[in-house]
């Protein structure tokens, strides 16, 4: 089965083309490789397959690759995914997420795709109380509270546009908070490990009360495979966790893997429109599609951590790549404060 991965060089859908040869798929990657994306993560398998450095914003330049590949499955990663960039620079996520995946929809349709796979987010649903066993469930309203989010959710309404009106065979995943091995580290874990052995503070939003559900990258690989054989079109799945963590939780586990002490937390002023807490109801995919997390978080933070301690030199690469952008945020949200 052919099958198109876009963001195929991004973290969380490198994971799922690492898997997709030895599934016996024929793979291409369609990936923009903005700052967030990197080819050496897909280095083990770059020989099976295909990548196209393409802008899914471009259409003549995407419509080359379906015409070359012509792909039964596309799986739709590709996104400006980080909450905080959408608060400083809203219009690159609007054309990324809007537009690319109206992109997308259009040539999948032209060309008889056969699935298609659109990754989005809990975040679509906005916010639950702190406290309390609440979790969204597929039909629950959205409610996204910033541009991020909001760019999602309108992406979504166009999957279901086309699903509706055209009858393309489309399935959507609203995901829990992934990490794992390769985060870029803009993101909470791999930023905290990586100012950690700098031997530098941890910046904390508020006082670090919110609270996220944390999901290991290879069991949201897992469910994403369980879609692509097993998943009913039109459907929406959540696919997440019970493993609801505060972010200070998790930041003092972090301190704990790293013999760290407190001293490293500083906190600093919350960002405009900080959702409280996200969770997500998996019965749906669970009974219709038999999956279910199998890492702990205990176990998949020491893995994620162990990971990095072998791969130091990437992970402060990165990290110098972002600094400045962390330090920008910092001075917006306590100017917004």
Avoid: C
Wanted: net charge negative.
């Amino acid at each position: 089965m052919r099958v198109l991965v876009t963001g195929g060089a991004g973290f969380i859908g490198s994971d799922l083309v690492r898997r997709l040869p030895g599934e016996g798929f024929r793979v291409s990657v369609v990936d923009k490789l903005t700052y967030a994306g990197d080819p050496r993560r897909i280095e083990e398998v770059r020989d099976r397959v295909s990548f196209y450095r393409q802008d899914i914003v471009d259409f003549e330049g995407l419509e080359g690759v379906f015409e070359r590949e012509r792909p039964e499955v596309v799986v739709h990663y590709a996104a400006e995914t980080h909450v905080d960039r959408s608060i400083l620079d809203p219009d690159a996520f609007v054309k990324a997420n809007v537009i690319g995946t109206f992109n997308l929809l259009r040539l999948s349709l032209k060309y008889g795709v056969r699935k298609f796979v659109h990754i989005s987010t809990d975040e679509v649903y906005g916010e639950l109380p702190l406290d309390g066993d609440l979790k969204f469930v597929e039909d629950s309203p959205l409610r996204p509270n910033s541009p991020y989010s909001a760019s999602k959710a309108s992406a979504e309404m166009l999957v279901r546009a086309f699903v509706e009106t055209y009858g393309l065979p489309a399935v959507v995943i609203r995901a829990s908070n992934a990490y794992g091995p390769w985060q870029y580290p803009e993101k909470l874990i791999p930023l905290s490990v990586a100012r950690l052995l700098s031997n530098e503070k941890i910046p904390v939003y508020g006082t670090g009360r919110n609270v996220r559900t944390w999901l290991f990258v290879e069991d949201f690989t897992e469910a994403v495979l369980k879609v692509i054989e097993k998943g009913r079109e039109g459907e929406i799945y959540n696919v997440g966790s019970n493993e609801e963590k505060r972010n200070l939780e998790v930041i003092r586990k972090l301190l704990e893997l790293l013999n760290k002490s407190e001293e490293f937390i500083e906190f600093v002023p919350d960002r405009p429109g900080h959702d409280l807490r996200y969770a997500v109801d998996i019965t749906k995919i669970r009974r219709e599609l038999g999956w279910k997390p199998k890492v702990d978080f205990e176990e998949g933070l020491r893995r994620t951590v162990e990971w990095y301690l072998e791969n130091r030199d990437w992970l402060l690469e990165k990290k110098r790549e972002v600094e400045a952008f962390v330090a920008r945020l910092r001075d917006e949200f306590a100017r917004m404060s």
